[in-house]
């Protein structure tokens, strides 16, 4: 435990002189198993923090390495790393590539509060007429809607997906998309009950 907490503070000193570089070890060290880094016990944080310090380049670096197949990189990622840029990065890393879209898709968290996620919004907008695209952003919400369909938060799930596609800025597509999906998700709870 206290090899972790000094490594730790070690790479949290790179995070902040060479934040490409520490990208560039902890990649290598998740994809030949030395390091994984476990969402339950907070250790995403690090990789989370490298990952926003080396900006563009280090996001291109870890959607690469998911790209090319790299399940330990994969599975470090989590629905955290689509938000992790701005939609000019990803829409560039995009760009009409629907398999692209489809990995981006895969580690991104709609759920931007008040307001659809702008990857998410990116997303649908471009690929939404895609079989998979829509269907993997709908699941991060299935998920949070199976913690506990029978609660409130499942209610205000629904009313907060609905509310996404209220907003007068809506693209077409992702009117349609968040009325679909809040349909699905008041499926999902009348099911649970």
Not at 135 to 140: E, F, T
Not at 168 to 183: I, K, L, S, Y
């Amino acid at each position: 435990m206290q090899k972790e907490w000094a490594w730790g503070q070690l790479a949290r000193r790179q995070l902040m002189a060479q934040p490409a570089k520490l990208m560039e070890t902890l990649l290598t060290l998740i994809s030949d198993g030395s390091y994984w880094p476990d969402a339950a016990l907070g250790e995403t944080d690090l990789l989370k923090e490298t990952v926003t310090a080396a900006g563009a380049e280090g996001w291109q670096a870890m959607m690469t390495e998911i790209e090319s197949g790299s399940w330990p990189v994969r599975r470090a990622a989590g629905r955290w790393l689509g938000g992790a840029v701005d939609v000019r990065t990803v829409s560039e890393w995009v760009a009409a590539s629907t398999e692209r879209a489809r990995l981006v898709a895969s580690v991104t968290d709609p759920d931007g509060g008040d307001h659809i996620d702008p990857i998410a919004r990116l997303l649908i907008s471009k690929f939404g007429s895609d079989e998979q695209v829509p269907v993997l952003l709908r699941s991060a919400l299935a998920l949070k809607m199976n913690r506990d369909p029978r609660s409130g938060r499942s209610q205000q799930l629904i009313d907060q997906v609905a509310g996404w596609g209220a907003a007068d800025d809506q693209p077409d597509e992702v009117v349609a998309w968040t009325q679909g999906v809040a349909t699905w998700l008041r499926t999902q709870q009348f099911v649970a009950m």
